[in-house]
């Protein structure tokens, strides 16, 4: 990428308000969940994150900036769509750390179609919300049991829940329903101790936006500070969530639209 994108690499300091956590990050290699992967390392936490096939590259430098903090590791080739997948993702976490203190739903996929709704396929289609929507539930559901009092899960939403885009139409659907998905699973497990809360960027320069979209040259221009955020920008919303300042903080979505209005 051009510029490459910012992962907080040399601007994250920690100070240790994760220390001895043990996280789970999906979608760890790039963007948005390499810059947490990053932070919560630094903040003190071990780190097991997921990758596809074709990102081991990025997955072997997410997982050095991990340990270059003194954390543990663990990337884990995962592909989310399958429920088989999101079980044995669980497993390998619990296996490797014996709890999950952070779930950190994040794995995304979008494609533009600027010609409408009739340019969806139902291939897209199935793929935007097995993605987006069924391996969030998937892994919420089994990594539950997992997650003690005083966990948490934070799940990546969008400005789009809000503001939808009509090229990104099946995307913003399911970052709406994550929105409502957060809500209720925060009030479901209130009584547990365990908090659920998102984070709703705007747009934000990551792998995602010119893989998937035909002109990033007005990339960003649309929100009021004039630009993308970097992902770097991101990782501090999801350290105060999953830390213990946010003890008495569920049910919320962090809106970081950089400076677009949301409900």
């Given at each position: 990428m051009d510029p490459p994108p910012d992962h907080g690499e040399q601007s994250y300091r920690g100070s240790g308000r994760l220390d001895g956590r043990k996280a789970v990050i999906t979608g760890g290699d790039s963007g948005i969940g390499r810059a947490v992967a990053l932070a919560f390392a630094r903040e003190g936490a071990d780190v097991l994150f997921t990758h596809l096939d074709e990102e081991k590259e990025e997955a072997r430098e997410t997982a050095r900036w991990v340990e270059d903090a003194g954390r543990r590791a663990v990337p884990v080739s995962c592909d989310i769509r399958e429920e088989a997948n999101c079980r044995s993702l669980v497993e390998r976490a619990v296996?490797?750390?014996?709890?999950?203190?952070?779930?950190?739903?994040?794995?995304?996929?979008?494609?533009?179609?600027?010609?409408?709704?009739?340019?969806?396929?139902?291939?897209?289609?199935?793929?935007?919300?097995?993605?987006?929507?069924?391996?969030?539930?998937?892994?919420?559901?089994?990594?539950?049991?997992?997650?003690?009092?005083?966990?948490?899960?934070?799940?990546?939403?969008?400005?789009?829940?809000?503001?939808?885009?009509?090229?990104?139409?099946?995307?913003?659907?399911?970052?709406?329903?994550?929105?409502?998905?957060?809500?209720?699973?925060?009030?479901?497990?209130?009584?547990?101790?365990?908090?659920?809360?998102?984070?709703a960027p705007g747009p934000v320069w990551t792998p995602l936006i010119p893989a998937t979209l035909?002109?990033?040259?007005?990339?960003?221009?649309?929100?009021?500070?004039?630009?993308?955020?970097?992902?770097?920008?991101?990782?501090?919303?999801?350290?105060?969530?999953?830390?213990?300042?946010?003890?008495?903080?569920?049910?919320?979505?962090v809106n970081a639209t950089g400076g677009t209005p949301l409900p």
């Amino acid at each position: 990428m051009d510029p490459p994108p910012d992962h907080g690499e040399q601007s994250y300091r920690g100070s240790g308000r994760l220390d001895g956590r043990k996280a789970v990050i999906t979608g760890g290699d790039s963007g948005i969940g390499r810059a947490v992967a990053l932070a919560f390392a630094r903040e003190g936490a071990d780190v097991l994150f997921t990758h596809l096939d074709e990102e081991k590259e990025e997955a072997r430098e997410t997982a050095r900036w991990v340990e270059d903090a003194g954390r543990r590791a663990v990337p884990v080739s995962c592909d989310i769509r399958e429920e088989a997948n999101c079980r044995s993702l669980v497993e390998r976490a619990v296996a490797e750390f014996g709890r999950i203190d952070v779930l950190v739903n994040n794995a995304a996929y979008q494609m533009s179609q600027p010609e409408g709704i009739e340019a969806i396929s139902t291939e897209q289609f199935d793929r935007v919300l097995r993605t987006n929507l069924y391996g969030m539930f998937w892994l919420s559901k089994f990594a539950l049991p997992h997650i003690p009092e005083g966990g948490s899960i934070i799940n990546s939403t969008s400005v789009q829940a809000y503001k939808p885009s009509p090229h990104l139409l099946d995307y913003a659907m399911t970052k709406g329903a994550i929105v409502t998905f957060t809500h209720g699973l925060a009030q479901m497990l209130a009584d547990r101790g365990v908090r659920v809360n998102a984070v709703a960027p705007g747009p934000v320069w990551t792998p995602l936006i010119p893989a998937t979209l035909p002109d990033t040259v007005e990339f960003g221009k649309q929100a009021p500070l004039g630009r993308p955020a970097q992902p770097a920008e991101m990782a501090p919303a999801y350290v105060f969530l999953a830390s213990p300042e946010a003890s008495f903080i569920t049910a919320e979505i962090v809106n970081a639209t950089g400076g677009t209005p949301l409900p």
